[in-house]
């Protein structure tokens, strides 16, 4: 199948030198703030590369929960393909794909765990199913059938039939502490406006940004 006629022109802005800021934070809030208005579905949907320790890449969606200053945070059963893996590497990518608008960010940087106490603040948050899902199932585990799943919810459900679910010791939050952010803007005849922002650690981790070619 030849799709190499398949493309558009993109003609929904720009992204200049003005419309930066001293730190990355403020320029993502700005556009994820109107990735939201626009109704996006799922806008706060992330891709989230990581390597396994014999340097074998995969990718998953995950959804982003909170962010500051300090990094991105997503959560996961700790006993997962993508836990084991940063556990082996914690060098991880995530890029927001905003195709609607014409926009992508890219994030490079290390995932840590973030503590017990913020975890059990989201997991308390979380709808009673979601919570249930947490325990029931092994994720990234072999299962035979759905029905084996479905009864292992099922078992949950009873055994957390009253009260509040307790946090499982094996599911929590990590945070992405970047190193690198890039902001993409889609441009007329693929002349793209592009920005990366780099963490300065020789600098009190103060942020410098330049101007990279489509």
Do not use: C
Not at 81 to 92: A, L, T
């Amino acid at each position: 199948m030849d799709i190499g006629d398949y493309r558009r022109e993109y003609t929904k802005g720009g992204l200049d030198e003005k419309d930066l800021s001293a730190s990355p934070f403020v320029l993502f809030e700005k556009w994820f703030t109107q990735a939201m208005d626009a109704n996006i579905p799922d806008a706060s949907a992330m891709s989230l590369a990581t390597v396994s320790a014999s340097g074998k890449p995969s990718q998953r969606t995950v959804l982003l929960k909170m962010f500051d200053d300090q990094g991105f945070v997503f959560f996961t059963n700790y006993s997962s393909q993508k836990s084991q893996q940063i556990d082996d590497n914690p060098n991880v990518s995530i890029l927001f794909p905003w195709t609607e608008l014409e926009r992508q960010i890219e994030i490079n940087g290390t995932a840590t765990k973030i503590s017990t106490a913020e975890s059990l603040k989201y997991f308390l948050s979380r709808p009673r199913g979601s919570q249930l899902g947490a325990w029931a199932s092994a994720q990234s585990s072999p299962i035979s059938s759905r029905q084996i799943l479905e009864g292992q919810l099922q078992k949950m459900k009873s055994k957390f039939s009253k009260g509040e679910i307790p946090l499982p010791d094996f599911w929590g939050g990590y945070r992405v502490v970047p190193e690198t952010i890039e902001f993409w803007q889609g441009g007329k005849d693929r002349l793209h406006d592009r920005f990366e922002y780099t963490r300065d650690e020789h600098n009190d981790g103060n942020w410098t940004s330049k101007r990279l070619q489509p």
